[in-house]
């Protein structure tokens, strides 16, 4: 059974840090893009990070660039996002999702964390 598991959601201040986590099991993980999006109320999901499958440097959208930092751990198999210098505006569900090799589409995604920026 594939399964990614995110955690590490919370509460926290403007300018506070929070770390998530995202646990992959069932699929090899080393063949899969690994990425972050988030959907905030009432508004559509929006990507906002992605590793490549050898790990490396992650890419980032504009928003999030210079706060946020992705990373992968081949032998944990776990994709995390420290996410500092949080904005109110960074309050969403955040989501880990696993795509194959070359293909367009996400094959998988975890059930969501909630992230709460607020004074």
């Known amino acids: 059974e594939v399964q990614l598991q995110a955690s590490g959601g919370g509460e926290v201040q403007p300018g506070g840090s929070l770390r998530l986590s995202c646990a992959a099991s069932?699929?090899?993980?080393?063949?899969?893009?690994m990425s972050w999006f988030r959907q905030a109320p009432g508004e559509g999901p929006e990507w906002v990070s992605s590793?490549?499958?050898?790990?490396?440097?992650?890419v980032y959208a504009d928003s999030v660039k210079g706060r946020f930092t992705t990373s992968r751990d081949k032998f944990q198999n776990t994709v995390d996002l420290q996410m500092n210098g949080l904005k109110p505006e960074d309050s969403a569900v955040y989501y880990c999702?696993?795509?194959?090799?070359?293909?367009?589409?996400?094959?998988?995604w975890g059930q969501g964390t909630q992230v709460t920026v607020s004074s």
């Open positions: 999702a696993a795509k194959f090799l070359y293909e367009s589409e996400y094959a998988y």
């Open positions: 069932g699929f090899t993980f080393s063949d899969y893009t």
């Open positions: 590793i490549a499958r050898a790990g490396g440097t992650g």
